[in-house]
């Protein structure tokens, strides 16, 4: 009862009036009155939506007063030291590597600019899974790094907090913990229900109540004590977690809990009872689970059949019927397999986040309390008790990718910290845990391995094409596993544990062997699986990855018992695989598979206890038959990759092409390709070498072609397989005695060597060479890539290129280039060949050696050949790798190689030589100690071959071999035929017989591995019972009857030296290449480079130091030098090799002429396309250049080829892109470039833009004066002006519609919309929308046209007053006009309706008047631009270049004689003549516009196009001089208007003085005085500027200054008539320094007498010229000023001051770091929508900042960037995306990626942030990025350009 009173009152009272009865000493009455009324007001009955319950709980917490207060009251009580910041996926944070203990730290923002790193190494970076602020918390980074606010410590000295102030959350909020439970339990229900699930709904109830939790935790330290104390609390959970007894709803929902406790164990139940009672069987039922089982050592299933529902409900059995393996058995602790029992709040609340499948908010809530230190190891304990139950849930879960990340979210906090992890280590088994629920986790995916015996393998792999693998989904919880086992603590635990050890062994059994490859020999396979990523990153994270954590704990001598046990676990797992598997000694054909993990573990830590913990090799390695089995499998691959390689393996698809590329690519290769070469290099030092090398040559299938004969059969290759096979078992053999990365190489020359060969093979960015050199791969080792040795080891071997800038606009890089000692010196083709993922970067690294070799001149003709280059010398451990190049075996493969390229056999190559050469001198440079001499003849009985005497390569290089059996089919050309002479003596026939017993019998390498294999059989008892079928009759055997094989007997009589001698000759063709005393000339250092021939004579002078037999040899052989003579009994088909080797020299230099020829073809095609200046189109832009032409131009058609005039009928056009432009409307009075605002202060002001300005003043005229004259005075177009330009190319228009024809059918062109008329340049390919015909020449007038004549001024003044008087004749209709009109009508539809209508009424032909016109003043002033603003520099510019205003000209003129201008109205006559005052204007009407405050500019281009054309040029000169007095006058008055009433006062009088002189009429300051009469005539005109000039006339004005500034009022008009002259008369404009600027524009427009110019300073007055009195015309002009009535002069008497200049237009000012904008933008909320863009982006023409893609600020279907280009550019965009520091360009309805103008310190960019290194301004780029707005020349130059469908 009491509780209802109390719920109805005030709860501020309420709450006051309870906290004051819980402060009294005596506080049970108080209590129980809070317990009633929370029973009432957290009743979780009711709906959770609700929100009465919790602003009541706000109330009582803050105990009556305020709850913002409270919150700030318990703030001021924090004491916590860290920061903890929690933020969720997407947030960027930052990262310093100089700061960081662990890997895994980062920074928020704030904490990293509060603290001093600069020079550190740090990056920002977008967080994936979230993350938490480490700032303050010594155990994760240094505490140098901390911010001010966390160094201070600023917690400790926190008052105490008051009892009183958090009394009642203690009583409050455990009760509103228990409430959020119990909806939790309620809304749950199991997945396998019936009923609809919907937790999501349940979730966003809750939503309000969880975030003030949130709230709750961001109060402080204070506030995180408390809720510490009642989550962690036992007592509290026991009283609460049930319930009242008597409360049914408790009673029920506390029985739902239980029962989703009952299912969270690992194993359920009935599982449980089960396997205890079961017995062990074989059984076929078991199936492939079996050999897991056996591996486990736990017991297998009785039945199948029992299978419960939580099993079917995990995807039921996948290989016959295989039950899960039961892993009860197995976990040391059984507690790990049982239920979660829970006894605080805490536990629950997880147990709810997991079930519930780990909430954004939930998870906030509980990272939010990590600051509190009991909290974080209390919690830590429970994650740790929950973590078998995480993963399970994981593997069910829909939405594994973002519970995985929230997971990651939680444990990277919790296992990051050393501390926390050795103590969860210690007390909650988290490592058994760990691999436990890894093995559960694989068990649910395995399936029997077919490696080797399909049929009676007992071994079982995971299955790549799971969803477990193939979404990573076990990537949490290695995660997790890696970061452990990165502290020092935890790894050593992890390796002294034995049973664990041999648990982790069998979880990376799994993988060996998965993902297996079987080759397709028939038809090519039907569907590509693409698992083999998915097996690739799992061996790297599963396997390789905590191996390499692992391997950084065992690194000194005292660890060494850690790798002794791990290598004996990873032999005995080989053991039981290879039983598993049945594997013998032969691998199974046709079939691969790149993952070993066993074999690796077991290389990696041989070599590091080998490297760093000085253990011996052999009490590592087991007896040489388990050796010979570890060598198959990684041999297996590398003869694989051989034969991807030769395309032996096409028809299973791409797929293995990519499997090859991965296992060698940089992230991979030292997990991978390395282990194994490391691998094989120890078996290779520890075998028999022959049985090496002869198994090397078996399984790269190459035996049968080892032969000496000609012809051949290969059982087991195709011939075009053979020659790169054989290549790859010989580069393999070189790589493999020549690598030394894990046979004594030092760290820092594995990074130069391996940064030298990615150098080699192209020019690198830094940052791909950072990902391009293999470094530790896992992650949180804390060895990291790049520290000091990276950056200092790259500035030793490299050279910076800067970014520079290609002609084209492509842009490039900064990058690295090596040093010319590097390739001299450094340069190895061996590493280089290793370290390749594509094959054409081998090539690619050769060709760039040879270039420099030709650049130094080292060697200049043919090409080189890969350097030798000297290796480091070999750990002591390894010595027995040289026995491999001293060997008999490889000693006839190279005697029989050399032999057969001599002779020209088939399927041998220069690559094979090289190779056989670098064999050779790799054996001469590593002698083998003679000391092992006794062993050998036990060999030797067996192998009865007496080749060569002993095993040294230098003794058996001079050896001669006289005869060699061989074995060849019938039809070879060695078979004798009965007709051969017999021999002539028996002399000679016993000698020949004798000869024959001595012939070697050479069958390489089939027999002599036979009789290895038994001796090793004989010596090891067990394999004896194995019998074995020859490997001879295994083989497939081609259909039809292969020809009989016969033995021979070849004589051949040479050694290996004599052999390398002939070669030489032949290399060099001349017959005696090496005189007999070629030793004692030789110097020995030109060796290094060069081709062929360099590198046998380096053999042969290596060979002759070394021994002095062979120098003799050498010298004698030298001696008899003869012509390589073919063998007898040879047919005679190789007698020809001289010839052949000819005619291949000659074919090839006809080759080397015919491809220059059609160069140099290419070339001037090139030239031509390119040049714009190409003679036709020359003529066809200076059309008035053509003084000296009589006839009419000729142009050239593009596209049909031919050459003629352009006629009415077939009109020619000019290919053209008609853009609309504001670029002219940006323009600004200042030449200082506006700022891009990067704080709240600053902003961008539009008004005082050109394009505003003009608005305004067209508004202001409307005002006041009729509208068709207002639109005669001005122009438009600033913004939205259309702009044409040209590339220069003709065609004819008949010729152009086929053509856009030909493309609209054309479906594949995406770049353009050829349905809105876009199209590229038949010729030169830029991009264009419009043709613009060019009028037919008439050009036999154009002499006289131009002739200057003698006519008086007021003559020429009368002529055009004429001229204007003609009506324009309507064109006959001809196809000309109609396209003169089809252009207009473009030109109409490029640019929006806004910027067209200006008029009052839209439509009339007023307002298509003025547009026409401003079409070419925009072009004019455009060009202007271009040319700088001025046109001091004379000539043609380049954007001249592109210019056809001539063409323009006529088209617009053509147009605008159809609106004639009233002749009452007509400017002309009020320019040239004193009118009677005409008093007969109604009063309702509005005036006209008075002439001074008309533009100029605009009245010229009026004209100009009103009068008949052609215009003559006396005409065109008269037009600009009355215009020249016109704005001669405006100059005045507006200077005028500048001055104080009392300059203006003495100006007045002392002009007056001057009125009556001679000269009056071209004297300034008599005409200033006279201005200023006339306008003073009325009040209003200067009193409304007097506020203004107070501040501008500090100054005082001279004569000079006024001469100054009237000239610069006049010269914006000069040039662009001095332009119009040029385009339309073809004058040559004349540059001239910009002092004499305005004597240079009146000269060459004729205002000047020449004899003036090159005295004295011009005065501008000198340049008048009138035809009627000056003072009259003056008078008549300021009167239609001081005319106007008082209203209408107030305001309009601001148009007389005008400024007519303006600075060039820019882009704006960008601060030098990036950083700045991105942090001041990336959280800027958006000024329509108020939200944070997802993409922010920002207009770098005005500053606009708008959201990119948004669909909130998306208007009729436009999203924002798209609608501001339109508004602000006119269709073109320029927007820097603050996420990604990139540029796009929108340009009308397409767009494109333009790049970044942002480069990090290494001239890099960086698109979207991904590296997130400090960036920097590159001036450069935006200088060209800013040029190419300015020149409108985005489409041509940027080539990528997609349709954006107005969704950016």
Known sequence: MMAASLVRRDKNSTAAHLKADLNCTDNTPGVRQLQELLDCVLNPEKPAADTEALDWCKCLIAGGEGFEEFCKTVRSYDNATLCGLVWTANFVAYRCRTCGISPCMSLCAECFNNGDHTGHDFNMFRSQAGGACDCGDSNVMRETGFCNRHRLRTGENVPTVPRDLLLMSEMVLPRFIICIIQYLRDGYTEPDTSTERDLQKVLQQLEPQISFLEELTKMGGAMRTVLTKILTNQQIFKDLSMGQEDNVYAKMNYEKYLSALRNSCLVSVEEKAQSGAAEPTLGAEAGAGAGALGLLGAEAPASPDESNKEEDQDGGQSVGQRKRVKLSGTAKDQSIMDSLKHKCFLEELLFWTIKYEFPQKMVTFLLNMLPDQDYKITFTKTFVQHYAFIMKTLMKSQESDTMSNRIVHISVQLFSNEELARHVTEECQLLDIMVTVLLYMMESCLIKSELQDEENSRHVVVNCSEPLLKNNTYWPLVSDFINILSHKSVAKKFLEDHSLLMLWMSFVSFFQGMNLNKRELSEHVEFESQTYYAAFAAELEACAQPMWGLLTHCKVKETQEYTKTVVRYCLETLQIWFDAIGFVDEPAPNQVTFHLPLHRYYAMFLSKAVKCQ??????????????????????????????????????????????????????????????????????????????????????????????????????????????????????????????????????????????????????????????????????????????????????????????????????????????????????????????????????????????????????????????????????????????????????????????????????????????????????????????????????????????????????????????????????APEVKREKDPPPSTSAQASNFGQNVREAQVFSLVAERRRKFQEI???????????????????????????????????????????????????????????????????????????????????????????????????????????????????????????????????????????????????????????????????????????????????????????????????????????????????????????????????????????????????????????????????????????????????????????????????????????????????????????????????????????????????????????????????????????????????????TQRKYMDYGKNPGSPDNDFLFMYSVARTNLELELVHRGGNLCSGGASAAAKRSCLNQLFHVLAMHMRLYSIDSAYNPWTRLTQVAQRRDDCLDDERPEVPMLFRDCPSLLIIFVLTMPQPLRKEHFICLVRMLYNLQYTQALASLSAKFSPEERQAWSTSGALKKNAFNAEKSYDALLSHVIGELSKVKTVYDVNTEVPSMLSSSVWSPHSIEYSLQQFCLPYLRLSCLLQHHLFGDKLSGCPEVEEFSGLAGCLGLLAPALQPSNPVYSASCLDWTVNAFDLMTQWCSEVTGLSDTQAKKSITLLVQDPQWASPHLLHLPDHYNIIFQYYHKKACTACKKVPKDPALCLVCGAFVCLKGLCCKQQGICECVLHSQHCGAATGIFLLINASVIIIIRGHRFCLWGSVYLDAHGEEDRDLRRGKPLFLCVERYRVLQQQWVSHTFDHINKRWGPHYNGL
Not at 632 to 640: F, G, K, R, T
Not at 905 to 917: A, D, G, R, T, Y
Request: charged share 25%.
């Open 614 to 971: 000085g253990l011996d090799l052999d009490s590592l390695l087991p007896h040489q038959e388990m050796l010979m089995k570890i060598m198959v499998h990684p041999l297996q691959i590398q003869a694989s990759l051989s034969e991807i390689h030769s395309n032996m393996w096409v028809r299973n698809g791409l797929q293995i092409k990519g499997q090859a590329m991965t296992y060698v690519q940089s992230h991979f290769c030292n997990s991978m390709i390395d282990p194994d070469i490391f691998l094989l290099q120890v078996c290779a030092s520890r075998l028999d070498p022959d049985y090496f090398i002869s198994s090397v040559f078996e399984r790269f299938k190459v035996v049968d072609l080892l032969t000496m004969a000609s012809v051949h059969q290969n059982a087991v290759l195709d011939g075009e397989q053979e020659r790169p096979m054989l290549e790859g078992a010989l580069t393999f053999l070189v790589i493999l005695s020549s690598l030394r990365i894990h046979l004594g190489m030092a760290d820092d020359e594995i990074l130069r060597a391996e940064m030298v060969s990615q150098l080699c093979m192209n020019d690198r960015t830094h940052s791909s060479l950072l990902d391009l050199i293999p470094e530790n791969p896992n992650p949180k080792s804390g060895i990291v890539p790049g520290s000091c040795s990276f950056e200092e080891m790259l500035s030793a071997v490299a050279d910076f290129k800067a970014p520079v800038f290609e002609p084209g606009g492509s842009m490039q890089q900064g990058m690295y280039t090596p040093k010319e000692e590097v390739w001299e010196k450094e340069f190895d083709p061996i590493m280089v060949v290793l370290r390749t993922v594509y094959r054409r970067d081998v090539q690619s690294a050769m060709d760039r050696y040879s270039a420099f070799l030709k650049q130094s001149g080292m060697h200049t003709t043919g090409n080189p050949w890969p350097p030798y280059k000297e290796r480091t010398p070999l750990h002591p451990c390894y010595k027995g790798l040289d026995r491999l190049l001293h060997c008999k075996t490889l000693h006839i493969v190279i005697f029989t190689l050399l032999y057969k390229i001599w002779l020209d056999h088939s399927n041998m190559s220069e690559h094979v030589l090289c190779m056989v050469l670098y064999l050779i001198e790799l054996g001469l440079d590593n002698q083998v100690q003679e000391d092992k001499e006794e062993e050998e003849p036990c060999i030797e009985e067996h192998c009865h071959d007496s080749w060569f005497p002993g095993t040294n390569l230098l003794s058996n290089l001079h050896h001669v071999i006289n005869y060699v059996r061989v074995r060849v089919p019938e039809t």
């Open 1016 to 1390: 090793i059989n004989r010596s090891s008892t067990e394999a004896s019972q194995v019998v074995r079928p020859k490997s001879s009759s295994t083989r497939w055997v081609p259909p039809g009857t292969p020809p009989q094989l016969v033995t021979e007997i070849l004589e051949i009589r040479e050694s290996m030296l004599s052999l390398l001698i002939k070669l030489h000759q032949k290399l060099s063709a001349k017959q005696n290449s090496l005189s007999a005393t070629w030793l004692e000339d030789m110097e020995t250092s030109s060796h290094a480079h060069g081709d062929g021939i360099t590198a046998i004579e380096r053999v042969l002078t290596k060979a002759a130091t070394r021994s002095r037999q062979s120098k003799r040899s050498i010298q004698e052989i030298c001696g008899k030098v003869s012509p390589p003579v073919a063998p007898k009994k040879n047919s005679p088909t190789d007698k020809k090799t001289m010839d052949k080797d000819e005619r291949r020299q000659r074919a090839r230099e006809r080759q080397q002429k015919l491809l220059a020829e059609f160069a140099s073809r290419q070339k001037s095609f090139m030239e031509t396309a390119m040049d714009v200046e190409s003679p036709d189109a020359e003529a066809a832009m200076d059309l008035g250049a053509s003084e000296v032409m009589e006839s009419e131009v000729l142009y050239d058609c593009v596209i049909c080829g031919q050459s003629g005039p352009s006629t009415e009928d077939r009109p020619t056009g000019l290919v053209v892109l008609l853009q609309a432009s504001s670029v002219l409307g940006h323009r600004c009075k200042s030449d200082e470039t506006k700022k891009l605002p990067t704080t709240d202060d600053e902003h961008i002001y539009p008004a005082d833009t050109c394009g505003a300005a003009h608005d305004v003043r067209l508004a202001l005229m409307q005002r006041f004066f009729k509208d068709s004259s207002c639109l005669q005075s001005v122009s438009i177009g600033w913004d939205g002006g259309v702009y044409v330009q040209t590339c220069g190319h003709t065609l004819h228009i008949d010729c152009h519609k086929s053509y856009m024809e030909s493309l609209r059918n054309d479906q594949v062109l995406q770049g353009f919309s050829v349905d809105k008329g876009e199209f590229t340049c038949p010729l030169c390919r830029q991009f264009a929308n419009s043709v613009l015909p060019c009028r037919p020449g008439r050009s036999t007038e154009v002499v006289s046209w131009h002739m200057p004549t003698n006519k008086k001024t007021a003559v020429l003044v009368k002529e055009v007053e004429d001229l204007q008087e003609q009506l324009g004749l309507f064109p006959t209709e001809s196809n000309l006009s109609k396209e003169m009109e089809s252009v207009i009508k473009d030109i109409k539809n490029t």
